[in-house]
């Protein structure tokens, strides 16, 4: 079992920045790839980021891939989401999500955090 615990999420101005954290319970964190997704009022929820078991691959949704960095410390068990030039349109729940499988789909994820707000001003 894997338990995911976001944090870092908050009210920011537009332009400004975030850095969300998943606290990742267990010794086998790097077993896993990791990734970011978000849930907008009224939306489905939408693919962020992903990073593969050992950091060594990103990939990002077109909407984010110039503003937000995914990185992982496999050693504190934690992944980041560094986010930048926030939008109001990036505002949503944020969800860390965990799989075996790199390019995991929503419907087939192995475990899930709570989810983080971020909510962007103009």
């Known amino acids: 079992q894997v338990q995911l615990v976001e944090s870092g999420g908050g009210l920011v101005q537009a332009g400004g920045s975030l850095r969300l954290s998943c606290a990742a319970s267990g010794r086998t964190f790097s077993n896993y790839a990791m990734a970011w997704f978000r849930q907008a009022p009224g939306k489905e929820r939408e693919f962020v980021a992903r990073?593969?078991?050992?950091?060594?691959?990103?990939y990002y949704a077109d909407s984010v891939k110039d503003r937000f960095a995914i990185t992982r410390d496999n050693a504190k068990n934690t992944v980041y989401l560094q986010m930048n030039n926030l939008k109001p349109e990036d505002t949503a729940v944020y969800y860390c999500?965990?799989?075996?499988?790199?390019?995991?789909?929503?419907?087939?994820?192995?475990?899930w955090g709570q989810g983080t707000q971020v909510t962007v001003s103009s």
């Open positions: 999500a965990a799989d075996r499988r790199l390019f995991a789909q929503v419907r087939e994820i192995d475990y």
């Open positions: 990073i593969s078991w050992s950091g060594g691959s990103t």
